[in-house]
């Protein structure tokens, strides 16, 4: 009845059947870690509150755990099917530490979900081997995903905190305080466990469109304004061209009304003026007001008018250029007209400078270098005066 080796194997079971049930195929004993646990969620750790560990794809095991796998020789990577037998659901972790209580192990809250478990439940624990992966399709779960700038950068920050990764999985990670959610679509290579190991491995990673993303509507090249409100700077008005909602008669470099129109329609100063001081002898009564009951004395101003005939602010809808000024081009001159300027052109312009210094030469000798020269016989005028010794008559 008692078997005397029952505890010489380090496999409990070993000595419960015969040696030859427990041979693989090589001949060898088979030695696997195969365990059950009540789960509960890592929130129920005690301690400080740990939240990369509900982020990440690593479990919580017992000391006891520790010893079993250290006498199984199971080597790191320690990497562990978790099966929920009664809803038939599986997938794989690692371990992260051995702090739990015994018969306890800590799962992160995704793990829960995927293999639809209540806390307190059975789950079955197994030693495994994954291989390396070489590509995953991943799938997020929202649009807010695209909202990350870099998300190569992020995803190989989580994937610090997984072991492994099975087909199905939908996992959580959290980037900016705030949590995401991925589903693992596809893994490469494909094996019957349809898991990957994603230590220390070159991993290639492709993305499908997230989970409610629409593809934007191509727009027919035409850009129209939207219905739904005002756009910003104010009303388009949608009749006619974009000429005529502007007045461009008025304000177009060719028009005859722009001047009229700058200085008529678009002055501020229409009204004529009034006088502060009346004319003397004037007589201004001021007309007599009596106030009425019920009635304000203040006159209420007009309403501003809308200018309809003046240049009308230019408000395009967004995407839209208005080029609206006349193209004039430069008209080349021929050869006869360049001829003829050049020929209108005077040679020499200017008035001649003296270098000599004095007065004024006289006007009727000019030299033959053209310098004035003063005449050589000027005429010489007596003076006119009266004698010391005449007597005045």
Known sequence: MFNPQFFQDDDAMG?????????????????????????????????????????????????????????????????????????????????????????????????????????????????????????????????????????????????????????????????????????????????????ISVLETDLEVDFAAPVGYEEPKKSSGVSTPATGGLPLGGTIHNAGTMAKEINYASIAPSSTTAIAGAKAVSSNFLLGGQKLNAKKGGNLTPKASTPVAGASTNTQPPPPARRVNGPQPLRLPPGQLFFGYDIVPLRKKTGEEKEADNGMKPKFQGQGQTL??????????????????????????????????SKPR
């Open 15 to 195: 000595g419960m059947f015969p040696a030859g049930l427990m041979r693989g195929v090589t001949g060898q004993v088979t030695r696997r870690f195969d365990e059950y646990y009540r789960c509960y969620p890592v929130v129920m750790l005690p301690g400080p509150e740990r939240e990369t560990i509900n982020h990440g794809g690593k479990v919580i095991l017992p000391p006891s755990a520790l010893d079993k796998l250290t006498r199984l020789h199971i080597t790191y990577p320690m990497q562990f099917e978790l099966i929920n037998g009664s809803r038939g659901q599986m997938t794989h972790a690692g371990v992260l530490e051995f702090i739990a209580e015994e018969g306890k192990i800590y799962l992160p809250f995704w793990i829960m979900q995927t293999l639809e478990l209540e806390p307190g439940d059975l789950v079955q624990i197994k030693s495994t081997e994954l291989p390396d992966g070489q590509f995953i399709k991943l799938q997020a779960q929202s649009t807010s995903f695209l909202d990350i700038s870099d998300p190569k950068a992020v995803l190989e920050n989580a994937f610090r905190n997984f072991s492994c990764l099975t087909k199905g999985d939908k996992f959580t990670f959290s980037y900016n305080d705030q949590v995401y959610e991925m589903a693992v679509l596809e893994t490469k290579p494909a094996t019957a466990k349809s898991a």
């Open 356 to 389: 000599r210094k004095g007065g004024k030469l006289p006007k009727d000798t000019v030299s033959d270098d053209g310098l004035k020269e003063k005449s050589k016989n000027p005429q010489k005028k007596e003076p006119s005066g009266q004698r010391l010794g």
